[in-house]
Nanobody
Framework: QVQLVESGGGLVQPGGSLRLSCAAS????????MGWYRQPPGKRGEMVAS???????DYSVSVKGRFTISRDNAKNTVYLQMDSLKPEDTAVYYC????????????WGQGTRVTVSS
């Protein structure tokens, strides 16, 4: 079992930046893949970014070039740096992992809300 806790969400103006954090209850250094999903109000959720044990990253088309996923294994934490935020980025963001396989995995955080608005 592993617990994931997201933080860093909030209200930001269009064009602004936020950094989300996902803290795990155990080491993530050997986890197959970790990622971030988001669910806008009234819409289906989507994967926005992922990072593998080897450091390979993947992004959805909607965020590529604006978001950056990274990890700090010593802190058991995965980050999502979000720049050039748009109103369409408004959503609840969830951390997710599969220690041995592919996303979506069985472990989810509680979510952190991001609101992009003037």
């Amino acid at each position: 079992q592993v617990q994931l806790v997201e933080s860093g969400g909030g209200l930001v103006q269009p064009g602004g930046s936020l950094r989300l954090s996902c803290a795990a209850s155990r080491t993530i250094s050997n986890f197959s893949v970790m990622g971030w999903y988001r669910q806008p109000p009234g819409k289906r959720g989507e994967m926005v970014a992922s990072i593998t044990v080897g450091g390979s990253t993947d992004y959805s088309v909607s965020v590529k070039g604006r978001f950056t996923i990274s990890r700090d294994n010593a802190k058991n934490t995965v980050y999502l740096q979000m720049d050039s935020l748009k109103p369409e980025d408004t959503a609840v963001y969830y951390c997710n992992t599969d220690p041995v396989g592919q996303l979506p995995g069985p472990y989810w955080g509680q979510g952190t809300r991001v609101t992009v608005s003037s």
